[in-house]
């Protein structure tokens, strides 16, 4: 593992948040600044094609990318662009009884108003 996968590795897994590639590029320079965009781009395509990560296709804007790798939903407030982690084991496990075969893979994104964007909205 190279020093610059190390730390796009360690700055998406102590973020909260499901970072775009060039908020990871950025805290990245802060760290490493020889660090090229490149480089940042080609270790995280390597990733998700490795399945270490994930890459969410977002509706508006540029895509995000998951430290969690394991299958999971998102939540989308269509607001404010929050993005949640969501658990749907018990859904995935109801469509594979539906179906009568395992899901292999899935890429769920529930679109919805957050809290704090719902009372805006009611002001």
Same mark, same amino acid.
């Given at each position: ?12 897994? *102590? ?91 899935? *890429? ?16």
């Amino acid at each position: 593992m190279t020093r610059q996968k190390r730390l796009i590795l360690d700055l998406m897994r *102590q973020s909260p948040r499901h970072m775009t590639a060039d908020e990871i590029f950025a805290q990245a320079r802060q760290q490493m600044p020889n660090i090229a965009r490149g480089t940042v781009y080609r270790n995280l395509k390597l990733m998700e094609q490795a399945r270490e990560i994930a890459r969410l296709e977002m509706p508006q804007g540029p895509d995000r990318y998951d430290k969690t790798s394991a299958p999971h939903g998102h939540l989308y407030c269509d607001g404010c662009g929050d993005l949640q982690d969501i658990p749907v084991v018990g859904l995935v496990k109801e469509i594979e009884s539906a179906i009568g075969t395992e899901v292999r893979s899935y *890429q769920l994104t529930i679109h919805y108003l957050c809290p704090a964007c719902r009372a805006k909205n009611a002001q």
